[in-house]
């Protein structure tokens, strides 16, 4: 089970940081991502950590504002969203994927997550 956290209310500019708390199993060599769906749009990528050793992976539109980190002992997943933009406003899903493709990239596609959350809405006001 993923249960995300952190999300509410924000102006443009500022700062949120999102947990992901997992229970019931333990995560350590899958990888973890972060995405979002904003109203009347697709799920959409946002960044993604192997658990094993710490690489990351961004979304182009979010590189260099948003950092995403893990916690093993805590079995948690962090998404520090810094600079935030209007249309930054999404609801931000954690995902869990067993995969072990060698790129990345390949954990950018939402179908082969196997676990989700319930989301955390983030709202940023212009």
């Known amino acids: 089970q993923l249960v995300e956290s952190g999300g509410g209310l924000v102006q443009a500019g500022g700062s949120l940081r999102l947990s992901c708390a997992a229970s019931?199993?333990?995560?350590?060599?899958?990888?973890m991502g972060w995405f979002r769906q904003a109203s009347g749009k697709e799920r959409e990528f946002v960044a993604v950590?192997?658990?094993?050793?710490?690489?990351?992976f961004y979304a182009d539109f979010v590189k260099g504002r948003f950092t995403i980190s893990g916690d093993k002992a805590k079995n948690a997943v962090y998404l520090q969203m810094n600079s935030l933009k209007p249309e930054d406003t999404a609801v931000y899903y954690c995902?869990?994927?067993?995969?072990?493709?060698?790129?990345?990239?390949?954990?950018?596609?939402?179908?082969?997550?196997?676990?989700w959350g319930q989301g955390t809405l983030v709202t940023v006001s212009s």
């Open positions: 995902g869990a994927d067993s995969g072990s493709r060698s790129i990345l990239s390949a954990f950018s596609q939402t179908g082969s997550y196997n676990y």
């Open positions: 950590i192997r658990w094993s050793g710490g690489s990351t």
């Open positions: 019931g199993r333990t995560f350590s060599s899958w990888h």
